[in-house]
């Protein structure tokens, strides 16, 4: 029924209320009147609860750009969490990808947020290499005209935690602009202090912001909290769990196989699963044991009452140490402060002790509730996909190398892959893109997939994806394990592959088969002229593996062959590479 028809006896409105809406109606523009539609229709779904309303921004309004620079897509969605909520403080903000924006332009910018994530040992993610090489040297702009906050995301398991938003924050101090709220360092469990920074950025944004002008702004409907960071994982049957190295072998690794089927997940080849592990009985046996402390014992986790063994199973990360631990335990050993406070002292702590360890080196009397207090949450633990969508609809497959070693004169166990070895019938998992880590959009463009053990895992992904899009593209693994009669992951499909035209070239590096060790860097330079040639073809190249030695190797390699085939110079060489990663060819998924 029109606005202008005669209402009849059963319509919920009367003809006063009717004149209201249409005088309301006749003022607003088109734009306006979709908005109202969908207000109106949120109160009545919500029974009538309030919806929040905010006053838009004006044009008047300060413009604020949140920079991010992300590897797993989460630097981005705390950036885009903070913008989408910017108007609700009366101000407008953007995002940018530092990936896409030179380093020189920030001399322009007035107003910036940086939320950036620090990869590897100390590493800034994919792609943004170039603006901080800029930023950092002696050619960087002065910014004397920039007001600026910095939210940093890392890892507390690494000495280098949050190093990338730690130097950003120092450079930007120095080069003149000035710091409107102090950095924030977030551990893997980020989300409760990311919202509370942004929150309190924003406020701060408010503050500085000039009066408001008299201008006539418009509504529009804001959800109360950003909520843009909650991550929502899924309950997931696993169908398969088979170990993949032989018999013989000195790892055992499994293909697991998971049934996304009602989940709602969906994936990219490339992407992560993001998995939540439950801790070893036997650690925490051994934990409560070292700390006197009773497995019944009761402690308080954000308001809720548990024993401490059922805190250490779901709640709380043992199997690997972190900085707020070894601050803590520094405390009462001022031995273990002042390796703390060494770089590679805490480096090497931080590698190679578990939570028992550090307890059992260096003891304190801690009860229940002290000690779970020390400990940062347990976080899920990300596995590349070896699988694609489309070949496998509804389902999810990871490569899992299980861990369990001796040192220090007792058994250690990894958490979340025992606990998938172990027999597990149900994952908690969800979904952890990687824009960073993507089959090229061209398939006839041809790809080298470089990767050693577990890093096999996305390129049975790019391959299976490929040959269900019929791709034209030429694909050349180099690939390194330990031994290859036992270690030579998914050795039967890769030969079908090759035989079904999938794949055109193998380079293996089986390090433990000779007298002397080779590694997937010695392949790519005795195979210098043919990986030259592939790179001349326009090739993409990627590295998926171990951050600590191996992708760095390959680098160096990488840069070998663009140096003795190119006839470029060790500057021109790092330039090429830096090119090559700008422009999406040289991408790298590495731990």
């Not at 335990?329 to 002292?345: F, V």
């Amino acid at each position: 029924m029109s606005l202008t028809a005669k209402q009849s006896p059963a319509e919920p409105i009367n003809q006063d209320m009717l004149a209201q809406l249409r005088a309301l109606a006749s003022s607003c523009e088109r734009d306006e009147l979709m908005w109202m539609s969908g207000y109106l229709a949120a109160l009545a779904h919500n029974d009538q609860a309030a919806v929040p309303l905010s006053i838009a921004a004006t044009s008047d309004a300060p413009e604020w750009t949140v920079f991010f620079a992300s590897e797993t897509g989460n630097s981005r969605k705390v950036a885009e969490a903070l913008a989408a909520h910017a108007s609700e403080y009366g101000i407008v903000a953007k995002t940018q990808d530092l990936s896409e924006f030179r380093a020189h332009r920030l001399a322009k910018v007035k107003r910036g947020f940086f939320v950036v994530a620090t990869h590897g040992l100390g590493d800034a993610p994919e792609g943004t290499s170039a603006f901080f090489d800029h930023l950092l040297s002696d050619d960087a702009e002065r910014l004397d005209d920039l007001e600026y906050g910095v939210l940093a995301l890392g890892d507390s398991s690494y000495a280098d935690f949050c190093e990338v938003g730690r130097v950003l924050d120092t450079r930007l101090e120095a080069l003149g602009a000035m710091r409107i709220i102090e950095r924030v360092d977030c551990d893997l469990n980020f989300r409760a202090t990311a919202q509370k920074w942004t929150l309190a950025a924003l406020e701060q944004a408010k503050a500085r912001a000039p009066s408001p002008s008299a201008s006539v702004t418009r509504l529009h409907a804001v959800e109360a909290s950003p909520t843009a960071l909650q991550t929502s994982s899924f309950e997931s049957r696993v169908l398969t769990n088979q170990r993949i190295t032989g018999r013989g072998s000195s790892k055992d690794v499994r293909h697991i196989e998971l049934d996304l089927d009602g989940t709602g997940l969906t994936y990219l080849p490339g992407d992560s699963l993001g998995v939540m592990p439950e801790n070893p009985p036997q650690t925490i046996e051994q934990l409560l044991e070292n700390c006197k402390i009773s497995a019944s014992s009761q402690v308080t986790i954000e308001g809720e009452s548990m024993s401490i063994s059922t805190a250490l199973r779901l709640s709380k990360e043992i199997t690997a140490a972190s900085g707020p631990l070894l601050k803590a335990l520094g405390e009462a050993h001022p031995k273990l402060e002042a390796m703390r406070t060494n770089r590679e002292q805490l480096r090497e702590l931080l590698l190679t002790h578990q939570v028992i360890d550090l307890v059992t080196k260096y003891p304190v009397a801690w009860d229940a509730q002290t000690l779970v207090d020390n400990l940062r949450d347990l976080p899920p633990r990300l596995y590349s996909i070896a699988s694609s969508p489309d070949a496998n609809p509804d389902e999810a497959h990871l490569t899992v190398a299980v861990v369990n070693y001796r040192k220090f004169g007792r058994e250690h166990w990894g958490a979340a892959s025992n606990f998938i070895a172990g027999g597990t019938k149900r994952l908690q998992v969800h979904v952890e893109g990687n824009d960073n880590f993507r089959l090229p959009n061209d398939g006839n463009t041809p790809m080298i997939m470089i990767g050693a053990g577990t890093g096999i895992a996305p390129y049975r992904a790019f391959v299976e994806q490929r040959r269900e899009q019929g791709a034209k593209g030429e694909n050349w693994l180099i690939f390194g394990d330990r031994n290859f009669f036992t270690d030579f992951l998914y050795q039967s499909e890769w030969l079908k592959f090759r035989d079904q035209g999938y794949v055109k070239r193998f380079s293996l590096a089986f390090s433990r088969d000779g007298a002397h060790k080779v590694y997937v860097q010695h392949r790519i330079a005795e195979e210098r002229r043919e990986f030259y040639a592939w790179l001349d073809r326009g090739a993409h190249i990627y590295v998926c593996g171990d951050a600590s030695a191996m992708a760095d190797d390959v680098h160096e390699a990488i840069r070998g062959v663009l140096r003795s085939e190119g006839g470029l110079s060790d500057d021109q060489a790092s330039a090429q590479l830096d090119e090559l990663r700008t422009t999406g060819r040289y991408q790298r998924d590495v731990y």
